[in-house]
């Protein structure tokens, strides 16, 4: 306890408090610049990034998000570490304190190497575009979802199973990127053996053609009949894909089933599902017979 107290005794030691309100007053108009710049220089940011947007895809454009917000948290500790400094000034000499900052840096630096690790691949990540926010991607084949979030040290990911999946950016070793293009969003139909298979492609072709129409916001690009695909036991079955972004692709699926299903039950087309047959015999009555004698239970 000595030992503790003779050192924070030396440590206050060396500031300087002549003239305190004066410094006070300097490190609050400090404050008030830090805040101003973050105001301009995120402005400036925006508009800069906000022109860029025009005329580019969805993924282009959650890439720039990114990097805006990347762009945003260094200036962000920029800033906050310069202002600190300045403040600190005031009332003890800087260069010794950077002195002590250096030998302890690098005594910390051993102990937060996955620090530094995260960091560094955080900026990878985003300036390699290896992917971005709003992408569908799945990470060391057991985490799937959609890209929240990416940081300077961590990603987040949300699954279908509506958990939030955080991880490290330095430990993210496999990583499958659906988002890269267009992802397939991919519907099979099945239909009995006993239906006329050319009114059944004109069908889906006019369900195509209507939802591109009437769905412009989900289905950029006209879904296409493949035709035939598959040839099972007890049914024919028949493919319909288009292409989309990762984040529409489970909706467009939903979209095109909903109307498939609905088309055949007007038209009267014969879905294939599994039915069971039950027979019953009635028991055979013989009339030579004899009659089995009454048991009776009872006292």
């Not at 440590?11 to 309100?21: E, G, H, Y």
């Not at 720039?64 to 600190?84: C, E, F, Q």
């Not at 840096?105 to 102990?111: D, E, N, Q, R, V």
């Amino acid at each position: 306890m000595e030992y503790l107290a003779s050192n924070f005794h030396s440590f206050l030691a060396q500031f300087d408090f002549n003239n305190l309100i004066q410094k006070c007053i300097i490190s609050v108009l400090i404050l008030v610049v830090v805040f101003i710049s973050f105001k301009i220089i995120f402005r400036v940011i925006d508009r800069v990034f906000d022109e860029n947007r025009a005329n580019l895809e969805p993924r282009e454009v959650r890439r720039i998000i990114t990097l805006n917000n990347v762009t945003k948290t260094a200036i962000r500790a920029g800033i906050w570490t310069a202002a600190a400094l300045i403040i600190l000034g005031q009332f003890m000499d800087i260069g010794s304190l950077l002195a002590v900052a250096g030998v302890g840096t690098l005594a910390i630096g051993f102990g937060a190497k996955g620090i530094v690790e995260d960091v560094m691949s955080g900026f990878v990540i985003v300036f390699e575009n290896q992917f971005s926010v709003g992408d569908y991607v799945i990470i060391d084949d057991d985490h799937y979802g959609i890209v929240e979030t990416i940081g300077i040290r961590t990603t987040s990911v949300r699954e279908f199973d509506g958990g939030l999946f955080i991880i490290h950016n330095g430990k993210i070793d496999q990583l499958v990127n659906y988002s890269k293009g267009h992802i397939k969003a991919v519907v099979d139909v099945s239909i009995a053996y006993e239906e006329d298979i050319n009114k059944v492609l004109d069908l889906l072709e006019e369900i195509c053609e209507d939802l591109y129409l009437n769905h412009e916001d989900l289905f950029k690009i006209r879904p296409e009949v493949q035709g035939v695909t598959r040839l099972d036991p007890s049914a024919v079955n028949i493919r319909v894909s288009c292409d989309e972004d990762a984040s529409s692709k489970f909706a467009a699926e939903t979209v095109l089933r909903q109307r498939i299903k609905e088309v055949f039950q007007e038209k009267a087309i014969e879905i294939p599902y599994t039915k069971s047959i039950v027979y019953t015999r009635e028991p055979v009555i013989n009339s030579g017979a004899k009659n089995e004698p009454e048991v009776k239970l009872g006292n």
